[in-house]
C-alpha cells in the first residue's frame, strides 16, 4: 500500500470534482487499483498521525557490572565459610572474616580492592545494596582499617 498526501491551505469549493479528477489522474498515471481518496480536515490529519507515528520505545537497560556478580559470589562464599554476622560476637566474626581473607587471599584480591572503596556515594549504592543483604555492611571499614597491616589488597587499584 502506498499513500499519497497533499497538505495545502484553503477550501475546496467542489470537492467531488477534487476527487474525481485526482483519482482519474492516478489511474492514467500508474496501474495501481485506486481505493479510497478521503479529505481530512486538521483534526482527522493529526489523529492519523498519532495512530501511523511509532513512537520510539525508549528501553534503559542496566548495564551489567561483572564486579556486582564478583561481590555477590564473594558475600555468598564468605557466608558459607564464615557463618551470619548475627550468629556471633562481633569481634569473633570479625577475625573469621580476616582469617577467611588471609586464607584466600589471592582468589578475593580484586574484590576485596572493590569493596574497600565503597562508600556513601551514589556510585557505590548497588555495592551497598549486595552487603547489605548479606548483613557485610561494616566490610568496607574493616578492610580500610586492618589492610595497613595485612596488605589484603593495593592502594589505588
Do not use: W
Amino acid at each position: 500500500m502506498k499513500a499519497i498526501i497533499v497538505q495545502f491551505n484553503g477550501n475546496i469549493p467542489n470537492e467531488s470534482a477534487l476527487l474525481d479528477d485526482l483519482l482519474t489522474c492516478l489511474r492514467n498515471r500508474s496501474d495501481a487499483e485506486c481505493g479510497n481518496i478521503t479529505i481530512l480536515d486538521d483534526k482527522d490529519v493529526a489523529d492519523a498521525l498519532i495512530r501511523l507515528t511509532v513512537t520510539p520505545t525508549v528501553v534503559v537497560t542496566e548495564t551489567k557490572n561483572p564486579k556486582l556478580s564478583q561481590l555477590e559470589i564473594f558475600c555468598k562464599d564468605l557466608i558459607a565459610k564464615v557463618g551470619a554476622t548475627s550468629l556471633k560476637p562481633s569481634n569473633i566474626h570479625n577475625q573469621d572474616v580476616l582469617a577467611f581473607l588471609l586464607k584466600n587471599r589471592d582468589q578475593y584480591k580484586e574484590i576485596v580492592a572493590e569493596i574497600a572503596k565503597v562508600d556513601n556515594t551514589i556510585v557505590y549504592a548497588k555495592h551497598r545494596a549486595i552487603l547489605n543483604k548479606y548483613d557485610l555492611a561494616k566490610l568496607p571499614h574493616l578492610l580500610r582499617d586492618i589492610n595497613p597491616i595485612l596488605k589484603l589488597y593495593e592502594y589505588g587499584k
